[in-house]
């Protein structure tokens, strides 16, 4: 893969529109493992998606334009999967599987459409819903953040001249291998890409997938973007998110089915792939929830993903449930995703080391960590906390509460209805930067 010349390329856009989003599978691999279970077993089940900037500080309406942020979204809509692609999705393995994905499911597939949206705004934030089938609305999330990342980032640049730009990326180039340079000493360590939704930009994340395989060797695993995934050669990383048990929940007639919802989700997981895929995500109502709740089989997955409580508190929480089952925790898997940077990475690491395997997907300080690196302060450079998350499912509200409650979502009446249901032990509220 050649490498780009990122700040000529950006001191040189003068086309009218230069596309952000270049094919649908820029896009997270669990994306598209979620939407084959999606399309197979809810298949009439509708789902509002709606954008959330949890960086109240940062005005998004105030400073991306919106005809080009229509533009970009216009834009999306109008892709479809190339015939490369659907070759490359039909024959390649993944997680040592050949054929993971259906041939009728890659049939639908092949005419898929990005569904339309509504654009709106109000006291500076943008308001941008997506409505219709879940198996049409949830293939919008990640283009969506990845458009608005990168329309911030194009608007923060515009001002800088060629050679200010090639400084502000010489800096961040050499920021980035900074941590390469440390994540080498650490031994065994498993490193992989999962920046797509909060990236600087395409070219700057493809880069810095590029700079990880030169820099770590075998220790990085791959990527979530499957489109750098296919076009590197890499492994494409991903199970699953927190949209399957927020659906199901709000799908449930009574309390006890709405406890027991996070667990179909995995029963339904289990149907469809199983075997290397067998990763829980515990904290869509609570980690303390989930294991109090958790049936014995799920002792038997393969590890969890905790994704909200600090790195260290809900991995320890985790091992102890597991002793607490009779399993070994050294012969599990603990993978790190939530708001890494090379010290949370470090910490971890020497922490666990021995006692449990580990893999770290690295996000947003991967992919959009520019603080200090323009010649000028530029606040409109750091990475803002942009989501986009259900809203309802078939018309009822849908909630996470999560293990800090700074990242719960939903409507407020049926977050407080969650809490009693599901309670609130062991949540600890801390600040969300990304």
């Known amino acids: 893969m050649a490498t780009t010349d990122i700040a000529k390329r950006v001191y040189d856009h003068t086309w009218k529109l230069d596309p952000i989003v270049r094919s649908l599978l820029d896009t997270d691999f669990y994306k598209l493992l979620m939407l084959q279970m999606i399309w197979s077993l809810y298949p009439r089940v509708d789902a509002t998606f709606t954008l959330i900037n949890r960086t109240k500080s940062v005005r998004l309406a105030e400073e991306i334009d919106e005809g080009e942020l229509r533009a970009q979204l216009d834009y999306a809509r109008t892709l479809r999967f190339s015939k490369k692609e659907m070759i490359w999705l039909a024959g390649n393995s993944f997680y040592g599987r050949d054929q993971i994905f259906d041939p009728e499911f890659l049939a639908w597939l092949n005419d898929f459409q990005l569904p339309e949206y509504e654009l709106s705004h109000e006291d500076g934030q943008y308001r941008l819903d997506f409505h219709g089938r879940w198996a049409m609305t949830t293939m919008w999330e990640i283009p969506a953040l990845a458009i608005i990342n990168e329309l911030r980032s194009r608007a923060a640049l515009k001002s800088l001249g060629q050679f200010a730009l090639d400084v502000t990326y010489a800096r961040a ?17 498993r490193i992989s890409d999962f920046g797509t939704r909060r990236r600087h930009s395409f070219l700057w994340q493809r880069w810095c997938v590029e700079a990880l395989k030169e820099g770590i060797g075998e220790a990085f695993t791959g990527t979530s973007n499957v489109k750098l995934a296919m076009d590197g050669d890499l492994e494409a990383l991903g199970t699953n998110a927190h949209e399957l048990p927020m659906v199901l929940t709000a799908l449930a007639d009574t309390e006890a089915q709405m406890i027991q919802a996070p667990y179909k989700v995995l029963q339904d997981w289990n ?38 409580a600090p790195p260290i508190e809900g991995g320890e929480r985790i091992i102890e449930w597991w002793k607490s089952k009779g399993r070994d925790p ?34 947003t300080n991967l992919t959009n960590d520019f603080d200090d690196c323009a010649p000028l302060p530029n606040e409109r450079l750091k990475a803002i906390s942009l989501v986009c998350k259900v809203a309802d499912a078939n018309g009822r509200p849908a909630v996470k509460l999560s293990d800090n409650p700074n990242k719960a979502t939903g409507d407020p009446e049926a977050i407080a209805r969650y809490l009693r249901i599901f309670g609130s032990e062991e949540r600890v509220s801390q600040p969300v930067l990304v």
Do not use: C, Q
Not at 341 to 351: F, G, L, S, W
């Open 173 to 189: 180039k050499a920021k980035m291998w900074d941590k390469v340079e440390r994540l080498k000493k650490l031994p065994d360590i």
């Open 330 to 363: 050294r012969e599990k898997l603990l993978i790190f995703s939530d708001g890494l940077d090379v010290d949370t990475i470090e910490k971890t690491y020497r922490h666990f080391e021995g006692r449990v395997r580990m893999a770290f997907g690295w996000g």
């Open 271 to 308: 149907t469809l792939y199983g075997g290397n895929l067998l990763i829980v995500l515990p904290d869509a109502y609570g980690t303390a929830s989930f294991l109090r709740n958790a049936p014995d089989w799920v002792a038997d997955w393969t590890g969890f993903r905790p994704d909200s």
